[in-house]
């Protein structure tokens, strides 16, 4: 299968019906969740769970 993810044509073999090949899954997946500000802390984390502020 030819993955759909960025950069130069290349195949990868596909499980189910997945699209892009792992690298560039994770690359999808690891700027989706990036925040705007860049990464957070595990210290400022800590301190927003212990807060409260998210789960």
């Not at 960025?6 to 990036?34: L, N, S």
């Amino acid at each position: 299968m030819i993955c759909e993810g960025p950069g130069r044509e290349h195949t990868f073999r596909q499980v189910a019906d997945e699209t892009r090949c792992g690298p560039c899954r994770r690359e999808q997946a690891r700027t989706r969740t990036e925040p705007v500000g860049g990464p957070v802390s595990w210290r400022d984390h800590f301190d927003k769970v212990a807060q409260g502020l998210i789960t």
